[in-house]
């Protein structure tokens, strides 16, 4: 069993950044594939990224490549979305997930665990 819960939204201009934290409880949580997705105001929940627990691999939607970097720290039990140069058309609220799977694992099904969700605003 493992338990999220996510941190760090808030309301940022158009080109700032923010980094979101998740916090997991349980201590299988390093052998969890990580993933971050989002869910724009009137939209169905997208994928983000993820990080395996496998291989330490990361992907990333075309949307926010090169953008944003997920990252983990399994000894604190945390994960991150470091998300630079932010764009109005990423305002969502952003959902921290985790996954026994490894490989690709973008889909929203491929996800055991979910947090609750933080607000992530940008304005221009």
């Known amino acids: 069993q493992v338990k999220l819960t996510e941190s760090g939204g808030g309301s940022v201009q158009a080109g700032n950044s923010l980094r979101l934290s998740c916090t997991a409880s349980g201590r299988a949580f390093p052998y969890y594939t990580v993933g971050w997705f989002r869910q724009p105001p009137g939209k169905e929940r997208e994928f983000v990224a993820h990080?395996?627990?496998?291989?330490?691999?990361?992907y990333y939607s075309d949307s926010v490549k090169g953008r944003f970097t997920i990252s983990r720290d399994n000894a604190e039990n945390m994960a991150y979305l470091q998300m630079n140069n932010l764009r109005v058309d990423d305002t969502a609220v952003y959902y921290c997930?985790?996954?026994?799977?490894?490989?690709?694992?973008?889909?929203?099904?491929?996800?055991?665990?979910w947090g609750q969700g933080t607000q992530v605003t940008v304005f221009s």
């Open positions: 990080r395996t627990w496998t291989t330490d691999s990361t």
């Open positions: 997930a985790a996954s026994t799977r490894t490989g690709r694992v973008d889909m929203m099904g491929q996800y055991d665990y």
